[in-house]
T-cell receptor, first 115, second 110 residues
Framework: GAVVSQHPSRVICKSGTSVKIECRSLDFQATTMFWYRQFPKQSLMLMATSNEGSKATYEQGVEKDKFLINHASLTLSTLTVTSAHPEDSSFYIC???????????FGEGSWLTVV | RKEVEQDPGPFNVPEGATVAFNCTYSNSASQSFFWYRQDCRKEPKLLMSVYSSGNEDGRFTAQLNRASQYISLLIRDSKLSDSATYLCVVFPGGSYIPTFGRGTSLIVHP
């Protein structure tokens, strides 16, 4: 069964609105989760590292005010895409585990389409 | 030079063929290596870890060449269901954050 669950799997929103994506670790406590974005035929691009109880660490070029990350508990991290634009349309994936060489578990991913 | 590089392909092979992919990495201190499989519009899933001594899982063989800084994945007796994108994942030395290659696309045709 799934070890990391992500929701929603698909979402369509209007330009200018905000969308929240949830990532839950089901069988273990995850002090660290990762958020990725993937455009068609491109590699996974790390957006940010989500740390439980503290601020997320964003990769260079990722706007922290646009992609809000909250990791309030050991089993839940959320990514909110604020004031979404069509160019934010992408496949967003979270992961947990993978710390220092351990197996990485991915959520099912969320397809965001901004119209 | 990118940290992790893969030939994007696609590799187009007939059923039953043997196919191999390589993935080069730039950080010589990298410690952990994996191959993941990603189907179209799905999340990546672990295929196998790559050990220093090489490892085999059924039709799949993974090897690590530290001297030349690459890992390889060999698929024997290809099946239609092997069609997917294969991502290599490397943990650079001193980092707990994995680095992904862009993936190699494999298409197995009848």
């Amino acid at each position: 069964g799934a070890v990391v669950s992500q929701h929603p799997s698909r979402v369509i929103c209007k330009s200018g609105t905000s969308v929240k994506i949830e990532c839950r670790s089901l069988d273990f406590q995850a002090t660290t989760m990762f958020w990725y974005r993937q455009f068609p035929k491109q590699s996974l691009m790390l957006m940010a590292t989500s740390n439980e109880g503290s601020k997320a660490t964003y990769e260079q070029g990722v706007e922290k005010d646009k992609f809000l990350i909250n990791h309030a508990s050991l089993t839940l991290s959320t990514l909110t895409v604020t004031s979404a634009h069509p160019e934010d349309s992408s496949f967003y994936i979270c992961s947990a585990g993978g710390y220092s060489g351990n197996t990485i578990y991915f959520g099912e991913g969320s397809w965001l389409t901004v119209v | 030079r990118k940290e992790v590089e893969q030939d994007p392909g696609p590799f187009n092979v007939p059923e039953g063929a043997t196919v191999a992919f390589n993935c080069t990495y730039s950080n010589s201190a990298s410690q952990s290596f994996f191959w993941y499989r990603q189907d179209c519009r799905k999340e990546p899933k672990l295929l196998m870890s790559v050990y220093s001594s090489g490892n085999e899982d059924g039709r799949f063989t993974a090897q690590l060449n530290r001297a030349s800084q690459y890992i390889s994945l060999l698929i024997r007796d290809s099946k239609l269901s092997d069609s997917a994108t294969y991502l290599c994942v490397v943990f650079p030395g001193g980092s707990y954050i994995p680095t992904f290659g862009r993936g190699t696309s494999l298409i197995v045709h009848p």
